[in-house]
């Protein structure tokens, strides 16, 4: 019904950028909230940055004044740029979506995406 394809990781320096992109496809009517999490091994996936449908946005504070989430709603796509990476950011990214589906419009779904590798390291 509905895809979130996550982009854009990869191995960075500290100090380095990265920006990953989130595609959301399928029979979607609107989307609520989008939102990226991490997860390192052995802990919980945490919440690192929102944005709802008003374009209003919260960030956890590790990454405030460093990252930068966005959203292209005419192509239902989500952005997290990372800039001043440090070897702590490293972790799977994942995408996740809040979103009302074409067949059922009253209803709130949850979406996840596969998850996206940064590592940051010299």
């Known amino acids: 019904q509905v895809q979130l394809v996550e982009s854009g990781g990869g191995l960075v320096q500290p100090g380095g950028s990265l920006r990953l992109s989130c595609a959301a496809s399928?029979?979607?009517?609107?989307?609520?909230?989008m939102a990226w999490y991490w997860q390192t091994p052995g802990k919980e996936r945490e919440l690192v940055a929102t944005?709802?449908?008003?374009?209003?946005?919260d960030y956890t504070d590790a990454v405030k004044g460093r990252f930068t989430i966005s959203v292209d709603n005419a192509k239902n796509t989500m952005y997290l740029q990372m800039n001043t990476l440090k070897p702590e950011d490293t972790a799977v990214y994942y995408c996740?979506?809040?979103?009302?589906?074409?067949?059922?419009?009253?209803?709130?779904?949850?979406?996840w995406g596969q998850g996206t590798q940064v590592t940051v390291s010299s």
């Open positions: 996740n979506a809040a979103l009302r589906l074409l067949t059922q419009p009253s209803t709130l779904r949850e979406y």
């Open positions: 399928g029979i979607i009517h609107s989307i609520f909230k």
């Open positions: 944005i709802d449908s008003d374009g209003g946005t």
